[in-house]
């Protein structure tokens, strides 16, 4: 791969059209992660909403997130929203896909896309990494949500753990990247998914960065498996 290929951290907002090409292939690729699909619905788990929630799935990608959301909340009204219409269209061809409000737009302000809320929850996996402004994307988020609202940031976090990067560098570079490079030839995404989960918040880190956004109630709950203390569910609220 070219170094023109690689998508500097400085410029994410290439990332959505880096998803366009593996979106094809991409729950394929998602589909070799042991407990994948099951930690996402441990996510939505967390929020604890009621059973007629409006929920806000943020950086849906190809509609496993909100698939999860689906399966835990059923009767809620759920809107689900990323920039890359290439995952979307995958998203779009589920079989439940008609039961949810697909937007293209951009997570640093889903309002502009008509995700305006209120929300009684919101769940972003795997997003917040890649938004160019985390602390403005937080503040807008605070803001869509309910008083009282929950949010869940289900994410890698590996800086606070010598342990917890060794594992995410040998699942990486070990299996990721290499299957990335059989699913989806020339994309760089994977390559960047390993080192934007290197450079991304300690979970410390990131509960302060969430506290000194205005969210109460900051705190996180682990994944099991290998990527116990790799993935995390980030979880707040909304002061009431």
Known sequence: MSAA???PLTEKRRVPDAFDRVARRYDLL???N???RRHLRMSAERLHLAADAAIL???CGTGLSTAALRRVYPQAAITALDASPGMLEVAAKKPWASEVRWLCGDAMDPAAAGAVGPFDGILMAY???NVPDADACLARLLGLLAPGGAICFH???VRDSRWARTI???VAGGIIIPSGALTSPGSPIYRYLRRSVLDFDGVRA????LARAGFTDVHTEPMDGWQRGVVHSFLARRPR
């Open 30 to 32: 998602t589909g070799l």
């Open 168 to 170: 995410w560098n040998l």
């Open 206 to 209: 990131f509960e302060a960065r």
């Open 127 to 129: 997003g917040i990494r």
């Open 57 to 59: 799935d943020l950086c």
């Open 5 to 7: 290929a690689e998508i």
């Open 155 to 157: 994410e890698y976090s």
């Open 34 to 36: 042991p407990g994948y």
